[in-house]
């Protein structure tokens, strides 16, 4: 037995000969006088206490376990909080279906598991029954949609993206030009807004492919997507948009959009679980015409024959791959279940509002602390989260989380990210958040804390 200290949280790794367990405790620092609040005479705490009385889905929170109400959770856009649900399932599928029907639980609900959680997903991103697979990775599925789309337009020399995309997105879009001949635009923003007249510039006859996030990792920018798509049309390309910092935050209409192709994550705004798979997008009409680049056997059209000869099969199941996980999988659906009862426009009413009351905040206490907004102050134009840069970006993030209790996250090389997920995040922990991270700065608290990186930022 060995424990590493990680701040005040500690990891202990229990190793014996069969089995290697991990346990991490959050906690917030009690040995330092460090204030957690609430703070009731602080400007703006009314506001806040009225927002949350007025709030329709503050009953969602009780729907997430949340092991310590001290700790402020504003990182729900990298892993959402773990709805309670989910143990559930995943017992149900440790028990009855794996321990007593054994193999026979593929028959009755695994494998068509995939299917029927895209057609539950479908709703919250504007799609139809029939569009949407829950499959794999984000990276995965954006390899397969990229390599169908380069395949569908031959004759084209060109995929264009932005720098605001995620770098797995540039990753790939990058070894699929390499590996195809074919030219990838990067076009530069001012990282903070997308360089929409730029891109509209650069597609051209010769465009096969334009890719981007809808909203942005970084900054939250969110694009228009229905403009894009236009343009892209108009010249002969195809489109496909990262919706991982939109599902379940972000009203998303594909249908409407003519949206072409589309992939995102499930553990985000969708509280699916650590590593939870993604889910992919083909448009109805595209179905036939485009081919998975990965033929895999989930993919034929009757895989148990077991011919070696590949014959894709229709739909959307002819962009799956291979057998999947179930009990990650099966965990996906509550988060689902949770967003669309809450409503998508409700949840993006919140999301607006919350955003836009942490940015009140930011300008009212922590811009003369040396916080730059990094996102755009429209809230049309901004996802679900709020980037701030700090000269000490990296410092204040750790000193948030192992003095303050207040997790955030932080994004190379100055950036400190906040999200804010409207089923479980409140008006009050924001303005509580802030209040600990203004006292934090101002006494200089950052400044003790080592500067050296963990491995997950
Ligand atoms: C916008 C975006 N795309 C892709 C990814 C990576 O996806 P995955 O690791 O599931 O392949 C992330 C991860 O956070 C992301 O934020």
Redesign the pocket.
Known sequence: MSSVWIGSGIVAFTVSRDKLSTVNVWQVTTSTDFELGPFPDAPGYETAAKLDEEDSLAKYRERFVVHDPTLIYLDGN?LGRQPREAREIVDQVMSPEWSERLIGSWNDRWWDLQLDLGDLLAPLVGARPGEVVVSD??????YKLAGAAVRARPDRTRIITDDL??P??VYVLDGLARSHGLELTVVPSDQTFGPVEEILEEIDDRTALVSL?H???MSGYTYDMGLINAAAHDAGALTLW?L??SAGAVPVDLEGTRTDLAT??T??YLNGGP?SP?FLYVRESHQRSLENPIAAWWGHTSPFDMSLEFEPTDGIRRFHTGTMPILSLAAVEPGIRLALDAGIEAIRRKSVLLTSYFIEQWERHLARLGFELASPADPDRRGSHVSLRHDDGWRVTRALIEIAGVVPDFRSPDTVRFGFAPLYTSFSEIHTAVQRLERLVEQGMHETIDASRTKVT
Do not use: P, R
């Not at 990775?137 to 954006?142: E, G």
């Open positions: 990298s990775s984000t990276s995965v599925n954006l995309n995620f797995t997105d996030s909203t942005a990792y990262d991982s910092h995102g994550c553990y985000k590593g993604a």
